[in-house]
């Protein structure tokens, strides 16, 4: 979490400004505080209404306007302020911060600051790769400041290749790294399933869901941005690994099961995958040919092993504490108290899958936790917020003595 850091982010004039939009919510999500300064041509791409409605502070754009530095000084902005976040960073700003040059707010800002300085690039490939660009990074990560991205992919431009400014995400951890936030799970093993499994009818066809693997992948990414060690056994999904993550990829249950396992003694275990309940009894090496006339085949099923209930019951090196998740689509809390008791886990995750609410594939959640204190029902969040929440509260129950030894 960002609790009480505040941040100054600089918006310069590229197509990627309106990712910063975002960068301000999930920046805001993690307790940080954000004031903007928009430079001229920043305001072509995203308002300053909207920056101002999401820092839910006003937004700084002119260096002589007699009320701005009435009210905040160039000096006081970067005073205030314990990191400053260039995002998009672009060509022009880069080659006036490397020049020392102070012709508008947001480059004095950055030349009068004794304060950390972070640039997230965004521009044309052929500008990131010109010899005049890369003098310029180079010159300015001698001077101490750091960089995130840019990404390679395809760009607004229609080319290809680096100058995609870094995903909000990506900016937000390597703030947290530049303000050494604390990492509580230091030391601990963290082992969390995520996605769909996939099982067998013939070598071309499964039975799988519609787990997209999102809420899995962004529990992996918080448990690893508060220090845990991380593995995530992931099924087939499309979202990609999170970074400081070990990623093994399974495709059933059986070899998930054998994944965890092979994890070893670990300190929490999140089951956040989808895992399907059963598995073809005898799936066939050939692919299972239409007949004519013949009727459909019918599939014997056999009822796969509950990684969650294993993990949970496993003896002598149980983990500390097992986290499942209870999709439901009726009864929600009712089927998740009975579920926690009914697998042995600590910690039960309800959430509702029904496909009016958009959980599946969705960018949001509600969820509920279910312990032996009782439910705690959680607002709707973005489901990397759902993960950064739990995984502060796993952080907070590892950090306490065990039971056993606080009686001691
Ligand atoms: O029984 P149900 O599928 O509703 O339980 C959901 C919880 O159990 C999730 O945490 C899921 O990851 C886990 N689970 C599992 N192995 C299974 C079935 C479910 O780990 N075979």
């Avoid at 020049?99 to 508008?104: I, S, V, Y």
């Avoid at 990609?240 to 399974?250: A, F, H, L, R, Y």
């Avoid at 990684?307 to 439901?328: K, Y």
């Avoid at 509600?366 to 952080?395: F, M, N, Y």
Wanted: proline letters at 6%; aromatic letters at 4%; glycine letters at 8%.
């Amino acid at each position: 979490m960002l609790n009480g850091k505040r941040i100054l982010l600089i918006v310069a004039g590229g197509i990627a400004a309106f990712k910063s939009l975002e960068l301000v919510r999930r920046l805001r999500g993690r307790g940080a505080s954000v004031r903007c300064v928009l430079t001229e041509a920043g305001a072509k791409f995203v308002t300053p209404l909207s920056l101002q409605a999401l820092t839910e502070d006003r937004v700084y754009s002119d260096m002589f306007s007699l009320t701005d530095e009435s009210e905040m000084g160039h000096i006081q902005l970067s005073r205030d302020a314990d990191l400053l976040v260039v995002a998009p960073a672009t060509a022009n700003l880069l080659a006036r911060m490397a020049g020392g040059l102070a012709d508008d707010l947001a480059a004095t800002v950055l030349l009068a600051t004794d304060k950390p300085v972070l640039a997230a690039p965004a521009m044309n490939v052929r500008m990131w790769t010109h010899a005049a660009t890369v003098a310029n990074v180079e010159t300015l990560k001698k001077r101490g400041v750091s960089f995130i991205g840019p990404n390679d992919g395809a760009m607004a431009c229609n080319e290809y290749g680096p100058g995609r400014m870094s995903e909000p995400e990506e900016i937000v951890v390597a703030i947290e790294n530049l303000l050494s936030v604390d990492k509580p799970l230091a030391g601990k093993k963290a082992l969390v399933t995520s996605g769909p499994t996939r099982e067998a009818i013939d070598p071309v066809r499964y039975i799988s869901n519609h787990s997209s693997g999102k809420q899995g992948h962004a529990i992996a990414a918080a448990l690893a941005r508060l220090g845990a060690e991380v593995t995530l056994v992931s099924g087939p999904v499309t979202v990609p690994d999170p970074s400081g993550v070990k990623v093994v990829k399974i495709d059933s249950a059986d070899q998930m099961l054998a994944a965890c396992l092979a994890a070893g003694a670990i300190d929490v275990v999140v089951c956040a995958a989808a895992v399907a309940d059963w598995r073809v009894s005898h799936p066939s090496d050939a692919k299972i040919k239409k007949k004519p006339g013949a009727a459909p085949p019918a599939l014997e099923l056999a009822p796969n092993p509950d990684i969650l209930a294993t993990l949970s019951r496993s003896s002598p090196q149980r983990p500390r504490l097992v986290v499942g998740f209870a999709a439901e689509t009726e009864n929600l809390i009712a089927n998740a108290v009975d579920k926690r008791q009914r697998k042995g886990c600590d910690w039960i995750l309800a959430n509702d899958v029904s496909p009016a609410v958009g959980t599946f594939g969705g960018e949001r959640n509600t969820v509920h936790l279910v312990s032996a204190q009782g439910v705690e029902d959680w607002p709707t969040l973005a489901k990397d917020e759902v993960a950064a929440r739990l995984a502060d509260r796993i952080a907070r129950h590892l950090g306490q003595p065990r039971p056993a030894q606080a009686a001691e």
